[in-house]
């Protein structure tokens, strides 16, 4: 059975950092494309970055462009979210997500990847 199992998360203060991880199992992801995704209460699950399966190519919300920071490491076979300078807005349950894609105009729906990871909650206090 394939799974995506996401790691990381947390409680931190306004401007500080965390990094997630990503690791999948039962499945080798070097030739699939990943996100981030992330789900605050009561709203719908949004893009928050994506990386190509070479990981050439990266991808961002408009909301985390210069704050966070998504790479991958297929040796390792995992993909890891950087986050920086965090605000109390970025509190959500985080997932992972991986799928062929190959798109860059796909790449940031949700509902164009196949396997997602059961969340991290990630929370920042103000």
């Known amino acids: 059975q394939v799974q995506l199992v996401e790691s990381g998360g947390g409680l931190v203060q306004a401007g500080g950092s965390l990094r997630l991880s990503c690791a999948p199992s039962?499945?080798?992801?070097?030739?699939?494309?990943m996100g981030w995704f992330r789900q605050a209460p009561g709203k719908e699950r949004e893009f928050v970055a994506a990386?190509?399966?070479?990981?050439?190519?990266?991808y961002y919300a408009d909301s985390v462009k210069g704050r966070f920071t998504i790479s991958r490491e297929n040796g390792k076979n995992t993909v890891y979210l950087q986050m920086n300078k965090m605000i109390p807005e970025d509190t959500a349950v985080y997932y992972c997500?991986?799928?062929?894609?190959?798109?860059?105009?796909?790449?940031?729906?949700?509902?164009?990847?196949?396997?997602w990871g059961q969340g991290t909650q990630v929370t920042v206090s103000s």
């Open positions: 997500a991986a799928d062929r894609i190959y798109s860059d105009s796909a790449i940031r729906r949700r509902n164009n990847y196949h396997y």
């Open positions: 039962g499945r080798t992801f070097s030739s699939y494309d």
């Open positions: 990386i190509t399966w070479s990981g050439v190519n990266t």
